[in-house]
């Protein structure tokens, strides 16, 4: 209390410009620079007011210089905190804004954990001591519309610009949010509407036409990131993923800057010149481009790789760069022409990541076939072979000094390599899934790894010690990279997030989250009344097709949705998912009836035997497993496969299944023994869909070799290859009647095959990206497709005509952004792919 006595009177003798400042010291809560304090006032201040001001509160001790900027102790920070919480209820009862417009309680562009804390220790005590006085949440949810209508209708002798400048709509907004108040429907048009963090929330016909947003935080739309890079002088971020784009953004102040579009598959990786003037990517449509980073044009496109190129990486001394690729090879190009200089070859297996060496005389390449090759950059010619893994190798970094190399494989190990003779020195084990990225930190003393399992591991990589583990992804890592001043580390996941982490204390310092409603799989039920989908928002969705409407939305998944399959009654419906677990749903209620463990890995795959009895089910852990569809448990796991298994299917007789995989092959199965009998070769890579023609004397299966292959049972052998599409096939159905294939393609068509011919009979185009699946219904004459463009549409196979496109409302459906400020044209454009109007 006599603390709390003299703040007290401290504070009473304070300027009102005094008090501003000791308030937002205490917002902020870390060292903050002079120049963020004055971005952080509502009304202009001049630098030398603040140095005043803050000059006047050093000598009362109130607060406190450190080099990173101004902060308060402990106990005065506590003291402010406490009369926030005293004076912001009472100014929202009285309806007197005074504290509440100035400051913004929460600051939704401020580090994640620094948010984090404003969120516990300000928002949350303000709000209990709200619900206390006005005894419910809609009561007090109606009093802060009032609020909001206020800045509209001012009181007599108030400026209409005064009230409505600050942060009155952004803390509202926070506190709305915080209530858990569907915000669906809101008009705060016209309103100034800064540091609201509207990250995940669903924002149906919200009205900010006219809206100042700066500050303000909203959803990405991040798809399955794959590759991350800091520019050179560390103020951009690059990002690649499953959505065909690049992104770039601007590490500081976390706005897209940019969006690079051109490739026509995923992008795997992505690099900066040393100059940082441009970015080269590399994507699964078998190109590498050079973009320019100051406007996202492309600026070249190299071509030669005859399969998808997993990893680029730029000369740190020259204009030259190199990609690898899933045709075994490696590719040296000039940076300024994009013509190839050179090609390595050498390895048996996918090439997954390339690496210079700091002096750029040597580079490495890791392979799927286990090892790390050291190549003479000049001449093209092999140096050494580092063999040890057991698995792939995913990705290989030099350190700085460039004496070592590492390595993360599959096999779940990190792998340091003298880069002078090749031998093994050390091998960093911990990690329980395989270790998909490794970087050094610029002062060449501390290696991170991500992996599989979802974390990060920081090593001592001199000592082999794990000196830190950092948590938070929900699914795999899949790139790691330090930032050139070694400060930052930022990692990317399969998870929709890109997390930016001070490494030094393992805190979370930024988060851009991601949404996308890609839809998957589809399905129709046997009476052909209802349509299933599930999406990667981790959903599945039933809808009545004839009235395009969503009837019920099944919650449970914690990832995405791959796979989901009637049973013959129609009662059931089987949904399988990243999550590892396959889940069986009652169509009526919408309950889940029962979930299913057991595989390891995300599970791509699942089906119901003819009979219903039985469901199989394909994951990535290898494996194929047969369940008892009444009891839940596993009668059967199949064994044999050397990679993941993306397809299941039953014959109609139920005695065979059909499986498919990344190793090119499809295999067939006796449910009853679980004997393998036989493997069907000839697809030139991974092999994502297999159907049994309803006579069960015809294999249908389609590869991201862009073929549909049909396979006579009776001999084992291609009888029939169909060639149309120009992009990964991932999706293939027979009619009910067996004399018609679907196939769904990466190039965004549907085709309709005639069976006995091998002709194609229809081409459907109208989708936007990628297709995922297609679906027969019962009595064939609709082709349902799922695609990345977040749509299902139904095709008429007679004509190949569009008959119906079913879409899900989006996260940003109808929100009204015309005429906004504070975002950045890249921003606007994200928001419009997510639902708003302009």
Known sequence: DDIRDLLDRHFQRLTSTEKELMYWLAINREPISLEELQEDFVCYLCATDILEAVGSLQRRSLIEKTSTGFTQQPVVMEYMINRLIEQIPEEIISQNIAIFRTHSLVKASAPDYVRDAQFCLILEPIIEKLLSSFGSTKKLENHLVEILSMLRSPTPGVKKSTLQMGYVSGNTINLLSQLQIDLNGYDFSGLTVWQANLQGLTLHNVNFAGCDLAGSVFTETLGNMLSAAFSPDGRMLAICDTDFQIRLWHVQTGKLLVICEGHTNWVRSVAFSRDGKTLASGSADHTVKLWQVSDGSCLQTCTGHTDEVFSVAFNPQGNTLISGSSDHTVILWDGDTGQCLNRFTGHTGCVRSVAFSTDGKTLASGSDDHTVILWDASTGSWVRTCTGHTSGVRSVAFSTDGNT?????????????????GSCVSTHTGHSSGVYSVAFSTDGKTLATGSGDHTVRLWDYHTGICLKTLHGHTNQIFSVAFSPEGNTLVCVSLD????????GTGQCLK?????????????FSPDGKTLASGSNDNTVRLWDYHSDRCISILHGHTAHVCSVAFSTDGKTVASSSRDETIRLWDIKTGKCLRILHGHTDWIYSVTFSGDGKTLASGSADQTVRLWDERTGDCVSTLEGHTNQIWSVAFSSDGKTLASSNTDQTVRLWDVSTGECLKTLQGHGNRVKS???????NILASCSTDETIRLWDLSTGECSKLLRGHNNWVFSVAFSPDGNTIASGSHDQTVKVWDVSTGECRHTCTGHTHLISSVAFSGDGQIVASGSQDQTVRLWDTKTGKCLKILRAPRLYEAMNITG?????????????QLGAIA
């Open 496 to 503: 929709q997030t890109v997390r930016l982490w001070d490494w």
């Open 511 to 523: 988060t851009w989250q991601g949404h996308t409603d890609w839809v998957f799989p589809v399905a």
């Open 690 to 696: 297999v159907a049994f023609s309803p006579k069960d």
């Open 820 to 832: 906004v400020t504070g975002l950045t044209e890249a921003q606007k454009a994200t928001l419009k």
């Open 405 to 421: 190399l590492a390595s993360g494989s599959n096999d779940h190990t990190v792998r340091l390599w003298n880069a002078r003779t």
